[in-house]
């Protein structure tokens, strides 16, 4: 136990109270007079000792005040708990009865938002699982045991190691493998209607080799492309005010202009030149892939690996989703050691101030009765 304000127990000075007023307040002797003892030799009168009447009284007034001052010096109690009871998390799409069996011990929910018991029916996931045991790691106490039971290959992974404060026991389980990466169609380049036919041409081997869908149409003059879709001016002249506005409100436009200055190197050649630049324009992109798009005269266009090189810049693939679960047996963060809240058993004190007081209260009265 430690005091929180042991500036507190200065009141133990109100103890001089009680004990003076039982010093003031003993039964009085009243001296008679005989008169055969007028006559006798005076003697030296006995030392008078100090004597407390009613200690029992005394002892109660003493006590309820140092039950006061221990009140207002805090008193706080520290120490670790005693570990909480450990928790199994299942993932949907597992049995959870079967794996539990018929073992009552522990705490199983499913891992999902909520985590609802396993007794009620499976959920469906909405949310990843990789944020789900983040979730479940802050909420549960310092020294929970924690076990996990995830499908193998896991997914909803968001492309970072899984890391907790806590060791957890990793359980994967094999299950029916589903379509594991949800296909991401490339990006739609719409160049502009003035283009020359070289740059055209060269725009339209570049869609079909990344899919096989056919090339959209050519964009006229005046018209903007549409939401997700990758402009392209091939000329090196100012964009138009329209193709402007729609680029600073997130569009993304490909230009053969020279990049402007504090531009940054998206893509690079075999050789290591520098070949595609990106510069941010607002809340879109402006990517420069300056010289002449056609792949007669440019060598860098007739390289075997630009589309895809290409693509990769303009569309980064998302991190992977799915794995092999046991790759991905969270790792223990090394966190700093937080000392445990101390608990205030206030409540318990101002019920012992309660009862002392009553039972102070019923002896005084007791005594005030009392005939002299």
Request: aromatic share 6%.
């Amino acid at each position: 136990m430690t005091l929180l304000f042991p500036l507190g127990l200065a009141a133990l000075a109100a103890w001089l109270l009680p004990l003076l007023i039982h010093l003031a307040r003993r039964h009085p002797y009243t001296p008679l007079d005989f008169a055969a003892l007028r006559w006798l030799r005076a003697q030296i009168r006995p030392r008078q000792r100090i004597r407390f009447d009613d200690w029992p009284l005394l002892l109660v007034r003493l006590l309820l005040l140092a039950a006061l001052a221990l009140l207002l010096a805090r008193p706080a109690l520290t120490g670790s708990a005693p570990p909480p009871g450990a928790w199994t998390v299942v993932a949907p799409g597992l049995d959870a009865r079967a794996l539990r069996g018929s073992s009552e011990v522990g705490h199983w929910h499913w891992l999902a938002p909520g985590f609802p018991s396993v007794d009620q029916p499976a959920p469906g996931v909405s949310v990843p699982l990789a944020s789900l045991l983040r979730e479940l790691d802050a909420q549960l106490p310092t020294g929970t045991a924690l076990t996990v039971h995830v499908p193998d290959p896991l997914p909803g992974l968001d492309g970072a190691r899984l890391q907790l404060s806590r060791p957890v026991h990793w359980q994967p389980h094999p299950a029916a493998s589903a379509s594991t990466q949800a296909t991401v169609a490339p990006p739609r380049l719409r160049v502009h209607a003035e283009a020359p036919a070289s740059a055209r041409q060269w725009i339209s081997t570049l869609q079909r080799a990344w899919s096989t869908q056919p090339a959209p149409a050519a964009l006229p003059a005046d018209t903007l492309p549409a939401r997700g879709e990758i402009a392209v001016w091939s000329g090196t002249g100012a964009l138009p005010s329209a193709w402007q506005a729609w680029l600073r409100d997130g569009g993304s436009v490909l230009t053969a202009a020279a990049p402007a200055q504090g531009a940054s190197v998206r893509l690079r050649t075999a050789e290591g030149a520098p070949l595609l630049w990106q510069q941010r324009v607002g809340q879109g992109r402006l990517l420069s892939l300056p010289g002449e798009w056609d792949a007669t005269h440019n060598a860098a266009l007739r390289d075997a690996r630009l589309p895809q090189s290409l693509l990769m810049a303009l569309q980064p693939p998302p991190p992977a989703r799915v794995a092999d679960a046991q790759d991905q047996a969270p790792q223990q963060a090394v966190l700093p050691a937080s000392a445990a809240a101390p608990s205030e058993p206030t409540p318990w004190l101002l019920m012992a101030i309660v009862l002392l007081f009553a039972l102070e209260r019923g002896m005084a009265s007791r005594s005030a009765r009392r005939p002299a």
